[in-house]
């Protein structure tokens, strides 16, 4: 990450970019090796703390022609290997480099839906740029062409340009498809079952549509109104949306395909029912999951102090739990919202933080203070039941488990208390259990997971299930590579019906 | 959008809509709640329950009582006005069995989500011993409703400007204290109230049921803003309740966890007074003069 502004980036790949073009010849590999890493303009750290605006401001043109120029074009591309939806990533990167943005950002939409999406959030360092050759032989993963960046600049670049183009429908089949959840997943099926002239019905719990990407995903790391456009893409296809709808109680599952007509369903609901630690003092006043401190501070806009009529905690000392994205998020948004400390405690070290590595240094940047080989072993309340500090326990790293990471081993006799008035579980999620207790023909497994096969169908008749429901907690893009299967499939049984 | 069909104002705080929302209608069970938003953008979720619902007609009841800025946002919409949001029904139904005798109190605006639980209850062939509890005369809502489903109904105030003076742990007890004893009790209120409703039939080892009202975003079960100590596991009570058993809870934790945002509270509700001021005690004098 480089403090140097955007226009200092900027002016720099302008020069080498005209250096190269002038040259008027092709570049050899090795000439693409000496091309500098681009990096990614944001806003200075002291800057954005103080406000929820996007954090990284996207690559200018010359920035992304210069970094996709890095790119090799090898014969075996590694890094489509390593993309959830095989992307055509040397493709695009390609048509990039030649200052042919609108086909860079065609090639990637035929195999990924929300590409500004995953430009921003997929973890790359561990699925596209990991195998780059290019990192590879500058044995550094974070010196991979950018392909996320990229990414994002084809995306951004076509929606600025007012050019997205809304998919072809075909004629109306007179079949009906109800999809549950209106996360990344759900969106995906929707699109491509409305697509072959299915009528689409999206069925979300919330006021508002896009699910993790809009209640989870902070404002300075998704913009809003990147899913907003996302969403309003599936209306103009003719998707009918409905907000406020709670499938399992406001109307079962099997009532929707029994009684309402509904062909085919397709369950995305997610992971949501955030775990916590099991410590004591977990209950106090103060201790929040990141879902409900995101979900205040995104969906319901407690940001905004103002206008909003949800509360949100007012913290100053701030301990969250966790090495993940959603860590990092609730970390970085106690931070806009006005603490002065944040502390974020993970067992492990960083090295096995599973957070994007962007988020992590966009994090210490910012201010976060780092506890690796740390885990919180109870929460000491005040007489009123509110936290007052946190009691911690050191750990080293043992023998991998099953993960293949080292498992940290408590050291003991290490225990040692820091004050705190906040405290942020960001340990993860299990499933939603509203599905399985309101649908028995529905099969999941002992954590809750609704069980579905290679084609995405679950044991219910006439019923789908993908992303995070299935998985547990993964990624976008794993949610999205799930929908576009279960998609194919039931446009697949709907054409034989 | 769901439309305002009616508005009663019960007590000076206390208002009834009824609501139009015939999926809920038809779905909801005795014990189960909705979120409301009344507006769009910046609009907080709060859980009601429902106090009743009319399949036929396709609506539901809520009473609420205004207590911050959305109850006081609602307590000003008239009918044909619609609320922005309502997601329901949400959280476990109440197991409703014949057991024989069944004592339900009802304190304050407790007495409304109370009701259909009585009528499921009552329906099910169980005799109904109803308490009623409230500040004072003013403050007592639906007793035409609970008389009508109670085999016995006792009514108490705390200053005594109606029915006994008496906090309901009081009759509670004497029922308690009759042969045979109740099968079960249920006891809606204030956090205070159920404590000692518990406390109460404890000794008698009379079961008894209780329903919370905690702090919720979603009521999904996404946020776990709600959740309780019942006896030695946390549970979430918008899908684990919202009833459950009283002798286990953890009052006392329950109370403070309710009070976590009382700060912001209270600053929310003066700025939408600044801002709105209140024109429902105006509105209401118009029409009473109309």
């Not at chain 1, 977990?282 to 102090?305: H, P, Q």
Request: negative net charge.
């Amino acid at each position: 990450m480089t403090h140097a502004t955007p226009e200092q980036l900027q002016a720099a790949a302008q020069a080498a970019l005209d250096d190269i073009l002038s040259r008027g010849e092709p570049l050899t590999p090795k000439d693409r090796m000496r091309i500098p890493p681009q990096d990614m303009p944001a806003q200075h750290p002291h800057v954005r703390r103080g406000n929820i605006h996007e954090v990284a401001l996207g690559y200018s043109e010359a920035q992304a022609r210069l970094e996709a120029a890095r790119c090799l074009n090898c014969k075996t591309k590694p890094c489509v290997e390593g993309c959830p939806v095989r992307i055509d990533i040397p493709g695009f990167v390609t048509a990039i480099a030649a200052g042919e943005f609108a086909k860079a950002a065609a090639i990637i939409k035929q195999n990924s839906l929300l590409p500004a999406v995953c430009g921003r959030v997929c973890p790359q360092e561990s699925q596209c740029q990991a195998p780059c050759t290019v990192g590879k032989s500058l044995k550094d993963v974070e010196k991979a062409v950018a392909i996320g960046r990229l990414e994002r600049f084809a995306a951004d670049w076509e929606r600025e340009q007012g050019q997205i183009d809304i998919p072809a429908v075909k004629p109306e089949t007179g079949k009906k498809v109800a999809v549950i959840g209106s996360g990344p997943a759900s969106l995906v099926v929707a699109a491509d079952v409305r697509r072959e002239g299915h009528a689409v019905t999206i069925y979300e719990a919330f006021h508002k549509f896009g699910g993790v990407m809009l209640y989870g995903i902070p404002e300075f790391r998704l913009p809003k109104s990147i899913v907003h456009e996302e969403v309003q893409t599936l209306k103009k296809m003719g998707v009918d949306l409905v907000p406020n709808f709670v499938v399992g109680r406001t109307r079962k599952l099997k009532d929707l395909i029994d009684k309402d007509g509904y062909d085919t369903a397709f369950v995305g609901t997610g992971a949501g029912l955030p775990r916590f630690m099991g410590i004591e003092g977990e209950n106090c006043v103060g201790v929040f999951s990141a879902n409900e401190y995101l979900t205040r501070a995104n969906l319901m806009r407690a940001y905004d102090k103002e206008r909003a009529a949800t509360p949100i905690f007012s913290s100053r000392r701030v301990a969250v739990l966790g090495g993940g994205n959603v860590a990092m998020d609730a970390a970085r948004t106690a931070l806009r919202l006005g603490a002065e400390e944040v502390h974020l405690i993970y067992r492990r070290t960083e090295k096995e933080m599973p957070a994007r590595i962007e988020e992590v240094a966009h994090a210490k940047e910012e201010g976060v203070i780092f506890h690796t080989l740390v885990n919180a072993k109870r929460v000491m309340g005040d007489d009123y039941g509110c936290v007052q500090a946190i009691e911690l326990l050191e750990y080293e790293l043992g023998a991998p488990d099953d993960s293949g990471r080292r498992r940290p081993v408590v050291i003991p006799g290490s225990e040692y208390t820091m004050a705190m008035d906040t405290v942020i579980v960001a340990i993860g999620n299990d499933s939603n259990p509203l599905i399985e207790q309101t649908t028995p023909e529905i099969t999941t497994n002992k954590w809750g997971n609704i069980i579905a096969d290679e084609s995405g169908k679950t044991s219910m008749d006439k019923v789908f299930a993908g992303g995070d429901i299935v998985l547990g907690a993964a990624t976008v893009i794993l949610a999205m590579g799930q929908g576009r299967t279960a998609a194919a499939s039931i446009n697949s049984m709907l054409a034989a019906s | 959008m769901h439309k305002i069909l009616s508005k009663e104002r019960l007590s000076e705080n206390v208002f009834l809509m009824r609501l139009e929302a015939p999926l809920i209608a038809s779905e909801r069970r005795p014990g189960q709640f909705i979120i409301l938003s009344v507006e769009e953008d910046f609009g907080e979720r709060i859980p009601l329950t429902i106090a009743d619902a009319d399949p036929d007609a396709g609506s539901i009841t809520i009473i609420f009582q205004r207590v911050g800025r959305t109850t006081d946002a609602l307590a000003e919409l008239n009918p044909g006005d619609s609320v922005a949001a309502l997601l329901g029904p949400l959280g476990t139904p109440t197991h409703i069995e014949t057991v024989g005798t069944v004592v339900c109190v009802g304190g304050g605006i407790g007495v409304a989500p109370l009701h259909p639980i009585v009528q499921g209850l009552k329906a099910a062939g169980n005799k109904i011993i109803t308490i009623i509890g409230a500040r004072t005369k003013e403050l007592v809502i639906l007793e035409d409703w609970m008389r009508a489903l109670s085999d016995e109904l006792i009514i108490c105030t705390d200053d005594g400007s109606y029915g006994r003076k008496a906090l309901v742990t009081e009759p509670l007890k004497e029922v308690c204290e009759r042969s045979p004893k109740p099968d079960l009790a249920v006891a809606i209120g204030p956090p205070v109230m159920m404590k000692f409703c518990a406390e109460t039939t404890r000794p008698y080892a009379v079961r008894t049921l209780v329903s919370l009202n905690t702090i919720m975003v979603d009521g999904t079960g996404m946020c776990g803003g709600c959740r309780v100590t019942v006896g030695d596991e946390t549970k979430f009570v918008c899908v684990d309740g919202p009833e459950f058993d009283g002798h286990k809870v953890d009052f006392d934790e329950m109370i403070k966890r309710l009070g976590a945002y009382k700060k912001q509270e209270q600053q929310a509700h003066d700025r939408w007074h600044e801002k709105h001021g209140c024109h429902l005690d105006a509105q209401i004098d118009d029409k009473r003069s109309e």
